[in-house]
């Protein structure tokens, strides 16, 4: 007994130093980006570079993963079919306050994509695992990769070029049709699709994947580190009133919206929502908004005062209530 102690022990030892060597990584990578920001001639261009690694390389490497090995549980996919329909109706209302309350095209984009897109992975990951343990990551990972049914860097690059602004190095989407487009013919959609076709047909190939996907997520945290470092404005602060109470709908809408459609869906159908899908559903402006931003021209300044406010919001409401309950 006393030797199994002591193995639990040192396996809750290793983890712990594991999660402060990421953090730590995390930390340097930001540091790298913000001076390669003020280093580099064209830090844009170095941005989009970036994205185009993640796009082409890094998401579908964790598509392939994630829809490989993820379990289908019956129970739950009726919850999650309600966690893709709240996300699809949080991204229009998103399409329709941006339109109403953007006084740009760039300014536009920064509050659609702030209203869709929660920090359900950086932020979401520990909150999940500090209050619903190993089986809430498990569900937090699911929700993270799932919650459009399509890989979520699909939906990402269809925002990124409706939006786009007239400096952007991602090309701009047309119209509807060239919207479509974006979000269902890119890499890591084609890519998933694949995965899944391969599934059906009785193909395994989690003995191919096992092997990379530690590696490949914590590579994605590293690069994603690096992107943010090289996006996030520099200029001080300077907003008015204006960008105050827009800034303020926004992440209204961001944390209230999609828990507030899932709480009336499973009241409306009797479907028992997990409590950890409430809780992704309303995490705080994702961190990529900073990155989209540089990447398709939109308002940086916007997207930082958006993250920053409602992360420090949510956070804080989290904590307080985790600590609350008790």
């Known amino acids: 007994m006393r030797i199994r102690q002591e193995v639990v022990a040192a396996d809750r030892s290793g983890a712990g130093a594991a999660v402060l060597i990421t953090i730590a990584g995390w930390a340097a990578c930001f540091a790298v980006g913000v001076a390669l920001q003020r280093r580099l001639r064209d830090p844009q261009r170095a941005s989009y570079y970036l994205f185009l690694l993640v796009l082409w390389v890094l998401t579908p490497l964790t598509v392939v993963y994630g829809y490989t090995t993820v379990a289908v549980r019956p129970e739950l996919v009726a919850a999650f079919a309600l966690v893709v329909a709240a996300a699809w109706a949080t991204l229009f209302v998103g399409m329709w306050w941006g ?49 459009f049914l399509i890989p979520t860097q699909g939906v990402i690059l269809g925002l990124g070029r409706r939006y786009a602004g007239p400096d952007s190095l991602g090309r701009q989407a047309t119209g509807l049709s060239d919207l479509l487009r974006s979000w269902f013919l890119n890499p890591p959609v084609i890519t998933g699709a694949a995965a899944v076709l391969l599934r059906v047909l009785g193909i395994d190939l989690t003995p191919v994947v096992s092997r990379y996907g530690t590696a490949v997520g914590l590579l994605v945290g590293f690069v994603g580190f690096v992107q943010l470092g090289l996006a996030i404005s520099l200029r001080p602060l300077r907003h008015g009133r204006g960008d105050v109470w827009r800034a303020a709908v926004t992440v209204v809408l961001r944390s209230a919206l999609g828990p507030l459609l899932l709480l009336g869906a499973s009241w409306v159908t009797g479907i028992h929502i997990p409590g950890v899908f409430l809780l992704l559903a309303a995490m705080p402006v994702a961190f990529y908004t900073l990155v989209v931003s540089a990447v398709f021209d939109m308002e940086r300044e916007l997207a930082r005062l958006l993250v920053t406010v409602s992360t420090v919001l949510v956070v804080t409401g989290v904590v307080v209530w985790y600590v609350a309950v008790g």
Request: glycine share 16%; proline share 4%.
């Open 99 to 147: 339109r109403a309350g953007g006084r740009s095209r760039a300014e536009a984009g920064v509050h659609v994509y702030a209203t869709a897109m929660g920090n359900t992975a950086i932020l979401g990951y520990p909150l999940a695992t500090l209050i619903f343990g190993g089986p809430g990551l498990a569900l937090a990972v699911v929700f993270t990769e799932f919650q």
